[in-house]
């Protein structure tokens, strides 16, 4: 026998709670998922002892935990209540096995919290609706939330941390050559400006390929299939992480028109990293991951967009990259939440006092 | 100061987690409810120190704790998942305060209750689908679960106990004349038989009065609205505790032609106690309720329920009210919950083996 026991005892237990929408890491849709991915492999690889907790057909180095079978967006047979439930509770009736629980599941496991004595990083993966406030209201004081940007900070919450997500650089090098097509990537849906990349496309004579699940079945009828010709406008449906890379490197810009406050874009920071530069609203974390004019442009209206797809024919597809890879690199993310975890659990100790040995 | 509080030691202590749909008691329809205020009000007048967890416009003689301010499905700019879990959580970090927690909010809070000492009983007001059995199944061993009919046990899950409900028999007085019209009483939906009420009515020649919630807008627009005609089909809306004794009193017979297993039927009993005879299908509990040519009439077909129509203006009605009066009635339950308490109580401490005293 090898191990060192005494070793052994010194490494972190971090208990990663993921969301059961999807399998982590996700087969095409799923940032949550896809965020719990990056990070668990990451700390992974730092030596930390992670178990994760995800659905049974999810892939990691870490040590899997399931309670569901899949993602109950994957299987409509599944309760999304229930196994949410069971899933959540599987977590904190092992809490005293864990040194931390890091929460990406939304306000539900807050809920659970007060019940254990292990501390709570919950990373808010933005606030889908005021009404869901009382939940983070409530847990304020105890919760340890971390917000994923500027922007999304909510005035009337506490956090301890931003942190911005990363990505794998080498799954997105750099694509030097000026693409040939615009790119609209992300679900269907009014949010995300589907039909209004298919305006600025058609104004500025290129061609466009949108990729991505259909979120908003009505909008795709209305608004999205009808200009889909297969030539100038093509649907790709889905798009696997492996196809990911070409699809965003190949690209002139990527059209990211949105219409509502985005708390973090992956394939924003993954377009940039291919070099290939995003034309955007500047709605929510935008700001944060985009310097206009250097690796994308910040615009007001579709004739801004169409000016825009000119200028970026022009951009140096290396200077975008440079601009992200250190800034949105995987490492950066764990090492941000690495002095997270520290932090929490020296505070959550001293908040706690000395605790008594117990039987 | 004359309290005693050598004696105050020694009451039973029980948190009472009522949903949050509605108010306690509803105003007019929600049963799980109107169970919650019975057995609540039944514990107070026992000296049993209850708190009950219901919706801030709850009415009781216990004490109240409310985190909701109404029910969910009385206010709809409620988040029914926030507030639930709100609501459930607040119960579970004050267990240390009760020596039980009776819980008819259905399966999630038993997804809790493996993070503290409590025990917990959970009456189950219907499996309302196998989905949810998971739950049900993972906490079998630990859980203590109640059924309110023979009928509705499944056969995969362990009960302490089947319990009836019981009604206030004084708020349901007999009304010894045969009444002139026939009732249908309860939400409207397919699963209640609303249109078949309204087919065995036009047969029998009587008139049809219905009084309930719409559950199912589509089958009310589609079969149930168009055949009201304010003279032989009356709807009057939901209707409120204080007129239902003589809404219920004053039919010649209530009709629950139901095509689902229904776990029990509060109208069935209160009808009965009233002296209305009902005419059902043999379904779920109606056997457990109802003695086929006694107090009321199991039917298979329309043919059957018209004929026993007829045969209901006959019924002895004082004999109908005999056979619920005590069976029913709401001391009876009571005894039966805190037989069923103390049995948790003593089960778990066994189970638990003894407590370490804590600072």
């Known amino acids: 026998?090898?191990?060192?026991?005494?070793?052994?005892?010194?490494?972190?237990?971090?208990?990663?709670?993921?969301?059961?929408?999807?399998?982590?890491?996700?087969?095409?849709?799923?940032?949550?998922?896809?965020?719990?991915?990056?990070?668990?492999?990451?700390?992974?690889?730092?030596?930390?002892?992670?178990?994760?907790?995800?659905?049974?057909?999810?892939?990691?180095?870490?040590?899997?935990?399931?309670?569901?079978?899949?993602?109950?967006?994957?299987?409509?047979?599944?309760?999304?209540?229930?196994?949410?439930?069971?899933?959540?509770?599987?977590?904190?009736?092992?809490?005293?096995?864990?040194?931390i629980i890091h929460n990406s599941f939304d306000f539900l496991p807050l809920t659970y919290s007060g019940l254990v004595e292990t501390p709570v990083v919950t990373t808010i993966h933005g606030l889908s609706s005021e009404r869901i406030l009382p939940v983070y209201k409530k847990y304020n004081d105890s919760g340890?939330?971390?917000?994923?940007?500027?922007?999304?900070?909510?005035?009337?919450?506490?956090?301890?941390?931003?942190?911005?997500?990363?990505?794998?650089?080498?799954?997105?090098?750099?694509?030097?050559?000026?693409?040939?097509?615009?790119?609209?990537?992300?679900?269907?849906?009014?949010?995300?400006?589907?039909?209004?990349?298919?305006?600025?496309?058609?104004?500025?004579?290129?061609?466009?390929?949108?990729?991505?699940?259909?979120?908003?079945?009505a909008y795709f009828e209305r608004h999205v299939e009808p200009r889909v010709d297969g030539v100038n406008v093509i649907y790709l449906g889905p798009v696997g992480p492996e196809a990911r890379g070409a699809l965003l490197g190949g690209a002139r810009a990527l059209l990211h028109l949105i219409s509502f406050d985005e708390p973090f874009g992956f394939s924003v920071v993954e377009a940039m990293a291919t070099g290939t530069p995003v034309v955007a609203h500047p709605r929510g974390s935008m700001r944060e991951l985009i310097r206009d004019g250097e690796n994308g442009f910040l615009v007001e209206s579709v004739e801004d967009a169409v000016a825009a797809v000119g200028a970026a024919g022009a951009v140096d597809r290396g200077a975008v990259r440079d601009s992200v890879v250190d800034k949105f690199d995987v490492e950066r993310m764990v090492d941000d939440y690495l002095a997270v975890y520290q932090h929490v659990i020296d505070d959550h100790r001293a908040r706690r006092g000395p605790v008594p040995t117990r039987g």
């Open 1 to 99: 026998m090898t191990s060192s026991p005494s070793r052994e005892v010194e490494r972190l237990r971090v208990a990663m709670l993921a969301p059961i929408s999807w399998r982590v890491p996700p087969r095409h849709y799923g940032p949550w998922e896809q965020f719990v991915s990056l990070l668990t492999e990451g700390l992974v690889r730092r030596g930390v002892d992670v178990t994760l907790f995800a659905t049974a057909d999810s892939s990691t180095t870490a040590r899997l935990v399931a309670i569901a079978p899949t993602g109950y967006s994957e299987d409509a047979t599944l309760d999304a209540k229930v196994w949410e439930s069971l899933h959540i509770s599987a977590v904190f009736e092992r809490a005293g096995e864990y040194d």
């Open 144 to 217: 340890y939330y971390v917000a994923i940007s500027d922007a999304d900070r909510h005035d009337r919450l506490d956090y301890v941390a931003t942190i911005h997500h990363g990505i794998d650089m080498e799954a997105f090098p750099l694509y030097p050559d000026t693409g040939g097509y615009l790119l609209f990537f992300g679900r269907i849906h009014p949010d995300k400006g589907t039909s209004e990349a298919i305006d600025v496309a058609r104004l500025a004579g290129l061609r466009l390929i949108i990729g991505g699940i259909v979120q908003d079945d």
